[in-house]
């Protein structure tokens, strides 16, 4: 188990029902966006809002608590979030920008911290990252294939999807699952060579793997990131457990929340070396070594 660099993992649970009532898991990041506008540590924050089209996320520039609940919930499907980051800077002149994105997300907004090409002055704005767990992520085409073909659900009927316990769920109208190995050939390629499951270079990260429905597994990672939190449990906006509360039965092959965790994220950066040498071996482009 490495999980990355981080202070405390946590279980969290937002008390807020108005939150809990759209968030997709334990409304960790709703919750601490909201208050982070609230308490002024940020002015702005760059979440995947929706669109016109069901479940197409939107990037978007939120600025008010609604417009952060507005956006609450997984979307399965890319959204170019970092997109937003210039604009929010210089149209929208915010100073003090929280960024919620996929490891992959948190990544580029770090590089463009030590490397600021084409973006001076911009991730100095960045007063905080707030990076989600992610295994895989879909094409817009390949997720609707996997709903409307697979599930046989249309689309616009769904009102939550997830991923877990080795399936793919949508709910709505109709509740479906299906096994998760039905959806692997629609994950978007470039997944394949991603080693970061738990979001390792953001302020805070944040999953549902590891701790039951409704619940979040939370890492604090900086000291910016664990004061933020700090603040807000004490501040009462969570129900927090230690993570040795989800131990398993003496005889289970996995004993904890974290374990689970843990093997799931071996496999990702295996599986992301496989891929990594295959390119490799082709000659092809490949991401930086020290990842693996
Ligand atoms: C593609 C994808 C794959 C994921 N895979 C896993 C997984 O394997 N295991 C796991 O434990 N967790 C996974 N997650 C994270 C999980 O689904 C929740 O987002 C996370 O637990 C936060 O829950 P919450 O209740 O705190 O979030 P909420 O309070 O509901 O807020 C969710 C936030 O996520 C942002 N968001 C939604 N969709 C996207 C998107 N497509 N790209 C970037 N940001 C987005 C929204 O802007 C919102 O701010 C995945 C998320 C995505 C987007
Ligand atoms: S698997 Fe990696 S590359 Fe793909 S969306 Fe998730 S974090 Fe990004």
């Given at each position: 188990?490495?999980?990355?660099?981080?202070k405390?993992?946590?279980?969290?649970k937002?008390?807020d029902?108005k939150i809990?009532?759209?968030?997709?898991d334990?409304g960790v990041?709703?919750?601490?966006?909201?208050?982070?506008?609230?308490k002024?540590?940020?002015?702005?924050?760059?979440?995947?809002?929706?669109?016109?089209t069901?479940?197409?996320?939107?990037?978007?520039?939120?600025?008010?608590?609604?417009e952060?609940?507005a956006?609450?919930?997984?979307?399965?499907?890319?959204?170019p979030?970092?997109?937003?980051i210039?604009?929010?800077?210089?149209?929208y002149?915010?100073?003090?920008i929280?960024?919620?994105g996929?490891?992959?997300?948190?990544?580029?907004?770090?590089?463009m911290?030590?490397?600021g090409?084409?973006?001076?002055?911009?991730p100095d704005?960045?007063a905080?990252?707030v990076?989600i767990?992610?295994?895989?992520?879909?094409?817009?085409?390949?997720?609707?294939?996997?709903?409307?073909?697979?599930c046989?659900?249309?689309i616009?009927?769904v009102?939550?999807?997830?991923?877990?316990?080795?399936?793919?769920?949508?709910?709505?109208?109709?509740?479906v699952?299906?096994?998760?190995?039905?959806?692997h050939?629609?994950e978007?390629?470039g997944?394949?060579?991603?080693?970061?499951l738990?979001?390792e270079?953001?302020?805070i990260s944040?999953?549902s793997?590891?701790t039951?429905?409704?619940w979040?597994?939370?890492?604090?990672?900086?000291?910016r990131g664990?004061?933020?939190?700090?603040?807000a449990?004490?501040d009462?906006?969570?129900?927090?457990?230690?993570?040795?509360?989800?131990?398993?039965?003496?005889?289970?092959k996995i004993?904890?929340?974290?374990?689970?965790?843990?093997?799931l994220?071996?496999?990702?950066k295996?599986?992301a070396?496989?891929?990594f040498?295959?390119?490799?071996?082709?000659?092809?482009?490949?991401?930086?070594?020290?990842?693996?």
């Amino acid at each position: 188990m490495s999980f990355g660099t981080y202070k405390e993992v946590m279980a969290l649970k937002a008390k807020d029902g108005k939150i809990g009532g759209v968030a997709q898991d334990g409304g960790v990041v709703t919750t601490l966006l909201c208050y982070a506008l609230e308490k002024g540590v940020i002015d702005g924050a760059l979440v995947a809002g929706k669109s016109e089209t069901p479940w197409m996320p939107k990037p978007t520039i939120a600025t008010t608590k609604e417009e952060i609940i507005a956006a609450a919930g997984t979307k399965y499907t890319i959204s170019p979030v970092v997109s937003t980051i210039k604009d929010a800077a210089r149209e929208y002149g915010l100073e003090k920008i929280a960024v919620v994105g996929t490891p992959c997300q948190i990544y580029a907004v770090q590089k463009m911290r030590l490397y600021g090409v084409g973006a001076r002055h911009i991730p100095d704005k960045v007063a905080m990252t707030v990076g989600i767990f992610c295994t895989e992520n879909f094409s817009y085409a390949g997720l609707r294939t996997v709903i409307e073909d697979h599930c046989k659900v249309p689309i616009e009927s769904v009102t939550k999807m997830e991923i877990g316990k080795g399936k793919f769920w949508v709910k709505g109208a109709k509740d479906v699952s299906i096994p998760i190995k039905e959806t692997h050939k629609y994950e978007q390629d470039g997944c394949h060579v991603c080693s970061d499951l738990t979001a390792e270079f953001a302020d805070i990260s944040t999953g549902s793997i590891g701790t039951p429905d409704g619940w979040s597994t939370t890492f604090a990672r900086s000291t910016r990131g664990k004061d933020l939190l700090s603040k807000a449990i004490a501040d009462g906006l969570f129900e927090k457990k230690s993570m040795d509360e989800f131990k398993s039965a003496p005889d289970a092959k996995i004993k904890s929340g974290l374990d689970l965790l843990g093997n799931l994220e071996k496999g990702k950066k295996d599986k992301a070396k496989k891929h990594f040498d295959e390119r490799k071996a082709l000659g092809l482009f490949v991401t930086p070594e020290i990842l693996y």
